[in-house]
Every structure is written in structure tokens, then in C-alpha cells.
T-cell receptor, first 114, second 113 residues
């Protein structure tokens, strides 16, 4: 089975631009989450979508938005990019295991903002 | 104060050593505890997860949770050079459908042949 796939793997943008990152979950997984991982830090929760509905949102500004499609794939959009948005953006899909939502992460999209 | 604290290291050990990795946390509502391994330029990979307090063993890896002390540990026995990676602890509350994991900073481990 294919794991969580993300695209693009790397991209470079300039301040003020907009970016769209894409994620395909593991087949059968209906929940997708997005995390931001700044260099040297642990991942930080941005969004969770389940069955196309937003189920949770982390402490990120409104410049960050996301959506989930009927095939459970997802997009993360970031507007008006800032230098501080440079990070690895991770997508994770999940199933409930023993009552816990166990996340499987993709390899990430590395965004550099110049 | 961060909700999850983890010593970033780096930690270097000789091959075959026992490695101990630890995290502390402040939110007593955390019930699920996980350890992820992250190789350079890759996404985190789930190693272990435990519910509430206790121990869990899987091969060379043992996860321990002490909720009374708000302290979790991961032990790696007979460490191998392939174990060289960043180890992230993560935890969450019991909320159906919620995937808001709180991560530590990660501990960078190098196992020297």
C-alpha cells in the first residue's frame, strides 16, 4: 500500500506570495491532519479534517487555510507568505487504533520563503 | 512553559549501548503517548504508542509512562547505527476524532559504530 504522499517535495517562494501544498492519505483513511515543523523543533498542529469537515485548528493565523476533497485528499494554502513560514509541512492520515488516532506522516513539503 | 519538554541533545552513544530518551509534560489530561522516529529530510515514523500508564515492549524498544510524575521514556537496547535519528515524543488527550498531537522538540541520537 502506498503511504501518505505529499507534493511538491520542495519549493521556494518569496515574501507575500501564496502557496498550495497537496496531500493524499493512505487508502481507507478518512482523516487528514497538517503540521508545521520548523527546523530544530517538533511538529506543530495546524489543521485536522475528517470527512471533509474541519475538526480542529491550531494556533495559526487566518493566512493558513485547508480543505479536504471527496476522495479524502487535502490541500493546505498559505497566503501572504512570511519568512517565518519557512518550514517542513507535514501531512498525516489516521485510523483509530485502540481508541487512539494513530497518525502516519508523509515525507513533507519543504517550503523556503525568501 | 511548553506543554511537552524534551532534551534536544544531541546524544552520542557507542553501538550496543542502551539509550534512554525522556519527555516531561504539564497537561494531566494527556492519555495517549507516542514515540516517533524521524530520519533527516523524512517525515516522522511511529515507533510506539501507549495508553495511560505502564510499559510496552516491542523488540529492542521499550516505552514507559509514569502519569503520576508526568514523565515518559523510550529505551533502546543494543543500539545500532541505523537507530541514528531524531526521536520525538508526542501525546494527546482522549478526544474522539481529534488528532491534535503535542510534540516535544525531539532528541537527536547518533549511534557510533
Amino acid at each position: 500500500d502506498a503511504g501518505v504522499t505529499q507534493s511538491p517535495t520542495h519549493l521556494i517562494k518569496t515574501r507575500g506570495q501564496q502557496v498550495t501544498l497537496r496531500c493524499s492519505p493512505i487508502s481507507g483513511h478518512k482523516s487528514v491532519s497538517w503540521y508545521q515543523q520548523v527546523l530544530g523543533q517538533g511538529p506543530q498542529f495546524i489543521f485536522q479534517y475528517y470527512e471533509k469537515e474541519e475538526r480542529g485548528r491550531g494556533n495559526f493565523p487566518d493566512r493558513f487555510s485547508a480543505r479536504q476533497f471527496p476522495n479524502y485528499s487535502s490541500e493546505l494554502n498559505v497566503n501572504a507568505l512570511l519568512l517565518g513560514d519557512s518550514a517542513l509541512y507535514l501531512c498525516a492520515s489516521s485510523l483509530v487504533r485502540d481508541g487512539a488516532n494513530v497518525l502516519t506522516f508523509g515525507a513533507g513539503s519543504r517550503l523556503t520563503v525568501l | 512553559q511548553k506543554e511537552v519538554e524534551q532534551d534536544p541533545g544531541p546524544l552520542s552513544v557507542p553501538e550496543g549501548a542502551i539509550v534512554s530518551l525522556n519527555c516531561t509534560y504539564s497537561n494531566s489530561a494527556f492519555q495517549y503517548f507516542m514515540w516517533y522516529r524521524q530520519y533527516s529530510r523524512k517525515g516522522p515514523e511511529l515507533l510506539m504508542y501507549t495508553y495511560s500508564s505502564g510499559n510496552k515492549e516491542d523488540g529492542r524498544f521499550t516505552a514507559q509512562v509514569d502519569k503520576s510524575s508526568k514523565y515518559i521514556s523510550l529505551f533502546i537496547r543494543d543500539s545500532q547505527p541505523s537507530d541514528s535519528a531524531t526521536y520525538l515524543c508526542a501525546m494527546t488527550t482522549v478526544q474522539t476524532g481529534a488528532n491534535n498531537l503535542f510534540f516535544g522538540t525531539g532528541t537527536r541520537l547518533t549511534v557510533i559504530p
